[in-house]
């Protein structure tokens, strides 16, 4: 009985050391929430608001940039660290026109009708 025991002990102990492909999770997941991470601690660090960073990151995992902008948000204030206004250049859109000038009108001159008894020699 003691032979059977160590003939099912030794496979165990065999695989338990491998990594078997496949059974991990996706490399390609992990980066895209590694990287959704990092972009919630920038966010944080930018001073900008969480549903900022939503909007301007549509593609990153949410839950991953909450839990990254969390975590920098806790390290900042741990370590008493302000953090630096982010510099994006804000479109300028020019005002629109007045209403207080009157609009001038486009007068169109008259053309020479063209055909039988033209001016050309």
Known sequence: MMFFRLLLLVPALLLAG?????LGPDPKTVQREADSKATGS???YAQRGIEDCYT?????????VFEGWKEMDAYMRENKIEGAPSVIPVPVVPPPPSDAK???EV????????????DKH
């Open 18 to 22: 491998c990594d078997i492909p496949g």
């Open 42 to 44: 920038a966010c944080r």
């Open 56 to 64: 301007l990151n549509p593609k990153a995992l949410k839950a991953a």
């Open 102 to 104: 009157p609009k001038e």
């Open 107 to 118: 007068v169109e001159e008259a053309k020479p009708k063209k055909g039988k008894g033209s």
